[in-house]
């Protein structure tokens, strides 16, 4: 951004704002990835653009599809200026909306997922030629992508425009770039992952591509991706979280665990003990002595001193996904004294996904994590070396359009 002219220039902006929404009132429950565009648009703004933005909202068939007139409020709350929410995406009032406006103005168009060819994966030269692009690129004079959480999709709003138009990453997306990057920086040694919640395979995905790497030491688990690695290692857990790990095709990834685990059997760490629920309290018991009553919900204080010990002298610290079933207070236990003791270390700290985002508003600690990445599966892709076609166009853009004057 620090090499365009803004002043007087009409400026496509394509944010991620995608938000987990209550399928009963269709209310945003987690707006923490609209408030982190904020800084790019007030800059704008004070660089006398105006701002049309695109978004998007979940998936076509998924309860959180749905319109972006909650989104629009929030962010004008945000913003503390009206952002005009328009029900279009390239068609007549979208087209005159944009036409008409002033520097200073913010327009918000519909969900950019209603328009089906934006789901669509394609080459960058491919999404250019797709209608979005073709009727909504001539209305303006840069293209800006903020949207680093979507940046692993070549989709037309996020590969297309930067083929033909000047182009450059927004705020949130450099500051995404620039700290996921720190952790490949071989200064910043020790390097601790610390990978929980529920996605097992994208967990699997990166844990291969860290240690294939080198960017881990040691990589301390928790969740169901745990509860894989810790039959990988040959531990016997009880029937209950053997039932859950069935029931989610969990089994079918632990082949390539006992690789893992064979080919880094020091840098794989599973916790030592869990927490339970008996007689609708929690328990914490050794894993070697799991009872049969309940699933594992936790992890247990033993572990978390276990993990600390390992943590302390970190120079870098990620985390992605809670250590538990969080959904219920009682299980919420781990994740939390695992943030209290992350925040204890002098390391640079990196958290991934809402959940943990939420857990440290609650502890009041947000102040003392360097960085929350927005991004869930572009999180994945780049930390597992993965070239994001997203960025990736705005990399060939430059070099495009390099000799125009910006």
Known sequence: MDDFDFNGKKVLLRVDINSPIDPNTNEILDDFRIKYHVPTILELLDKGASITILAHQGRPGDNDFTTLSNHARLLSCYLNREVKYIEDIFGPTAKSSISSSKPG????????????????????????????????????????NDAFATSHRSHPSLTGFPMVLPSCGGRLLEKEVESLSLIMEDSLRPSI?????????????????????????????????????????????NRETLRILEGKGIYALLPRAQRLVQSFPNKIVTPIDSALLKNNERIEVDIENLPNFSPIYDIGENTVKLYYEIIKDAKVIVVRGPAGYI??????????DLLKCIINSKAKKILGGGHLRRIAEKLNIVDKIDYFSTGGGAFIAFLSGEKLPAIEALINSAKKFKSDKL
């Not at 610390?194 to 790497?213: M, N, Y």
């Not at 959904?327 to 939390?336: I, M």
């Open 105 to 144: 103005d913010i327009i918000l168009l519909e969900n950019v997922r209603f328009y089906s060819e934006e789901v669509i994966e394609k080459m960058p030269e491919a999404q250019s030629r797709t209608f979005l692009v073709r009727f909504l690129a001539p209305l303006f004079s840069i293209y800006i």
């Open 327 to 336: 959904e219920d207070e009682r299980f919420s236990k781990g994740s939390e």
């Open 193 to 237: 992952f610390i990978l929980g919640g529920g996605k097992v395979q994208d967990s699997l995905q990166l844990i291969e591509a860290l240690l294939q790497r080198n960017i881990a030491d040691k990589i301390l688990l928790t969740g169901l991706v745990s509860h894989l690695f810790m039959i990988a290692k040959g531990l016997t857990l």
